[in-house]
């Protein structure tokens, strides 16, 4: 199974992805920050689910 790991680098994520490849998953894990890793690095994409600048206030 192929399966995408948002905030591989927490501590829950950490773990999914640590249990994930344990059984043979194809992981992808996805961090905030570049300088952070999951522990058992797979491939990976830097990203946030939120923007870096506030969105406008609607009128």
Do not use: K, W
Not at 9 to 15: I, Q
Not at 27 to 47: E, K, W
Request: proline letters at 15%; a positive charge.
């Amino acid at each position: 199974m192929r399966i995408t790991v948002f905030g591989a680098a927490g501590n829950v994520g950490r773990r999914t992805v640590a249990e994930a490849l344990s059984r043979g998953h194809d992981v992808t894990a996805v961090v905030r920050h570049r300088h952070a890793r999951p522990v058992c690095p797979p491939p990976h994409a830097d990203g946030s689910a939120t923007p870096r600048t506030p969105s406008p206030s609607p009128p």
